[in-house]
């Protein structure tokens, strides 16, 4: 069975998540042995309108917050 083009991924569907941010400056990769480290671009803004104004930073400081329940 043969596949049409309309089923294959496009290019850039097929790239990493985090080249994308990378691309559009949201974060930077650096090397560290044969692990990638990412960074954060301190002061990157959303992009849609309905986010605009709001930097990055802040929802992922919100999502990395510990909501996990105190052990006794």
């Given at each position: 069975?043969?596949?049409?083009?309309?089923?294959?991924?496009?290019?850039?569907?097929?790239?990493?998540?985090?080249?994308?941010?990378?691309?559009?400056?949201?974060l930077?990769?650096?090397?560290?042995?044969?692990?990638n480290?990412?960074?954060?671009?301190e002061?990157a803004m959303?992009?849609?309108?309905?986010?605009?104004?709001?930097?990055?930073?802040?929802?992922?400081s919100?999502?990395?917050?510990?909501?996990s329940?105190?052990t006794?």
């Amino acid at each position: 069975m043969s596949r049409s083009p309309a089923d294959s991924p496009s290019g850039r569907s097929r790239r990493s998540p985090l080249a994308d941010l990378e691309a559009d400056g949201y974060l930077s990769r650096s090397r560290d042995g044969r692990r990638n480290r990412y960074e954060t671009a301190e002061g990157a803004m959303f992009r849609h309108p309905a986010e605009a104004g709001h930097e990055v930073a802040g929802l992922l400081s919100l999502l990395a917050e510990d909501t996990s329940p105190l052990t006794r």
